[in-house]
């Protein structure tokens, strides 16, 4: 059966999610957590592609990513994939793969949605009871974008830009969208169409990368 193709335009965001195999653990300490940071840094720095935001849940993870170029979000996953399971591998002295099949994306328009995004992935470790509050967790963009704490991983997207006239009113606004807190038929479109690797949009967008 052949694969279902990726929707990959550069110069947009991209919704990725990365599972373990079977849905098993992928970190087991916070000392893991790290060495995919810097994995994924590298990996960023090494194809040009901007990040802006993430979660990094215990068996999965979740990425906004804008690609320069068509090969260049495959080529990021991979590299992280290649030297994460390999460090994986040797301090647990375990075999075979880590990841479950191949990473799932969906494309995102540069409009309200990306901040919809945005906040689904930062409020992953809420809705999986794991703290109350995304600012409890340390392993997300959320404390970058609200509370100026250094994160070489994130880049600043032109929605968060557009949220004020300065660094603190956007601290301020997104802090206040993002826990306002999704709506159910949010959470569903942004679940399905990232499952199924389609478009989160508008109609006008979701018609514009059909005709593409």
């Known amino acids: 059966m052949s694969r279902k193709n990726r929707i990959v335009l ?4 991209h919704h990725v999610i990365l599972r373990g195999n079977n849905r098993n653990a992928i970190f087991y300490v916070d000392k893991d957590k790290r060495f995919f940071i810097e ?12 990040i802006y935001s993430y979660c990094f849940m215990s068996n999965h993870i979740h990425l906004i990513v804008e690609p320069p170029e068509d090969d260049a979000l495959g080529k990021m996953i991979q590299s992280v994939g290649r030297r994460y399971v390999r460090y994986i591998n040797d301090n647990y002295k375990r075999t075979g793969t880590l990841w479950e099949g191949r990473y799932k994306s969906s494309l995102i328009d ?6 919809s995004c945005s906040r689904y992935i930062e409020l992953n470790p809420v809705r999986a009871n794991m703290v109350k509050r995304p600012g409890m967790y340390k392993w997300s963009s959320f404390n970058f974008k609200t509370e100026g704490r250094i994160d070489k991983l994130v880049d600043v997207d032109t929605m968060y830009m557009s949220l004020g006239r300065n660094l603190q009113e956007r601290r301020k606004n997104y802090k206040k969208f993002v826990l306002e807190d999704i709506s159910n038929e949010e959470l569903i479109l942004i679940t399905k169409a990232t499952e199924k690797s389609g ?5 006008n967008f979701i018609n514009k990368i059909s005709k593409l």
Do not use: M, S
């Not at 550069?10 to 965001?13: E, F």
């Open 10 to 13: 550069i110069g947009y965001p």
């Open 39 to 50: 994995c994924l840094r590298r990996a960023k720095e090494k194809t040009n592609c901007k």
């Open 199 to 203: 478009v989160i949009g508008k109609d």
């Open 110 to 115: 540069k409009d309200e949605y990306l901040l």
